[in-house]
C-alpha cells in the first residue's frame, strides 16, 4: 500500500498550485484522506481533511480561504488547490489516509505518502 503526493515546485508569492496524491495497492475510496506539511525546522502540521464521502472537509486556520481539498474516489486520489500562496506555505507537503476522519486530522494516520515540496518565494 502506498501513497505518493506529486505536484509540487517553486511558485512566487500570491501564485496557485495543485497538489495530487494517488494511491496503489488498494483502494483508499472508504478512507479518510488529509494533507499535512512540514517547514524546515519546524513540527509537522495538519492542513486539510476530507471524509471519505467528500461531504464534510476541514481546513488549519492558516490556509482556510485559501486551500481547497478534493478527492476523486474513482481515481484513488486526492487533491489540494493552493491559491494566494504565501512564503509561510514553503514546506514539504504529505498526504494521509486513515479509516476516519479524526485520526487523519489528528496526525494518527495509518497510511502516509512520501512528500512533495512546495517552495513560494516572495
Not at 524546515?40 to 482556510?64: H, L, M
Not at 484513488?76 to 489516509?97: F, G, H, I, R, W
Request: proline share 2%; net charge positive; with cysteine.
Amino acid at each position: 500500500v502506498q501513497l505518493q503526493a506529486y505536484g509540487g515546485g517553486l511558485v512566487q508569492a500570491g501564485g496557485s498550485l495543485r497538489l495530487s496524491c494517488a494511491a496503489s495497492g488498494r483502494s483508499f475510496s472508504d478512507y479518510a484522506k488529509g494533507w499535512f506539511r512540514q517547514a524546515p525546522g519546524k513540527e509537522r502540521e495538519f492542513v486539510a481533511a476530507i471524509t471519505w464521502s467528500g461531504g464534510s472537509t476541514y481546513y488549519a486556520d492558516s490556509v482556510k480561504g485559501r486551500f481547497t481539498i478534493s478527492r476523486d474516489n474513482a481515481k484513488n486520489s486526492v487533491y489540494l488547490q493552493m491559491n494566494s500562496l504565501k512564503p509561510e506555505d514553503t514546506a514539504v507537503y504529505y498526504c494521509a489516509a486513515d479509516a476516519l476522519v479524526r485520526t487523519v486530522v489528528a496526525g494518527l494516520s495509518t497510511s502516509w505518502g512520501q512528500g512533495t515540496l512546495v517552495t513560494v518565494s516572495s
